[in-house]
């Protein structure tokens, strides 16, 4: 997997073997930056179910301040951490051992104001109601108390997983469909900083 622009364009980066990573593929990454033009210069950077960091690290690459990075599976956190180090990009950030959905990190999450929040997890968590639910109330706690005002939650989602109406009151969203894949572009509804 290559960054595709900014200062690290071109850059391979590093990934752990097998199957338990699922990685983006580059054309709708490429689409995903396009859409967040106007949040990246500057932004601080929430990579949720990180992996090994791609869509943190092309967010630094493109001119983000600050990513922080959360990852519970050690084979991805030791690709993650040679990706951040081989591309002189562990000033810019921080890599954190950890479950997104687990309460005890929920603590660490709202220690910013994030201006982009990546949330890409597992697709077998979103085949079970329960899994769905959770996942579902994880996003509208990060969108209603810990995204800036003007933020966005990027949620990638096999096609169809989700609808619109999943997300509440509260919450604005946009969908972006790609084959089996889905985005979904989400912040709070106007009247409800």
């Known amino acids: 997997m290559r960054i595709i622009a900014g200062t690290h364009r071109g850059r391979i980066l590093a990934a752990p073997k097998g199957l338990a990573t699922r990685p983006m593929l580059g054309r709708v990454r490429e689409a995903i930056f396009n859409r967040l033009a106007p949040w990246i210069d500057g932004a601080l950077v929430l990579d949720l179910f990180s992996g090994t960091g791609s869509l943190g690290i092309e967010a630094l690459s493109r001119g983000a301040k600050f990513a922080r990075f959360l990852e519970r599976d050690p084979d991805a956190r030791a690709a993650l951490k040679v990706n951040l ?92 469909s790609w084959g089996t894949t889905d985005i979904w572009f989400l912040g709070r509804a106007e009247g409800d900083a």
């Open 85 to 176: 180090q081989s591309l002189q990009l562990v000033e810019q950030c921080e890599a954190r051992n950890g479950d997104a959905l687990n309460s005890a990190n929920h603590v660490a999450l709202k220690e910013g104001s994030w201006d982009i929040v990546f949330f890409d997890p597992p697709y077998p968590m979103l085949d079970k109601r329960e899994g769905r639910d959770e996942l579902i109330e994880c996003v509208r706690a990060i969108i209603l108390e810990q995204l800036a005002e003007d933020g966005v939650l990027v949620f990638h989602t096999p096609a169809a997983a989700l609808g619109e109406g999943d997300f509440g009151d509260g919450v604005e969203a946009a969908l972006s």
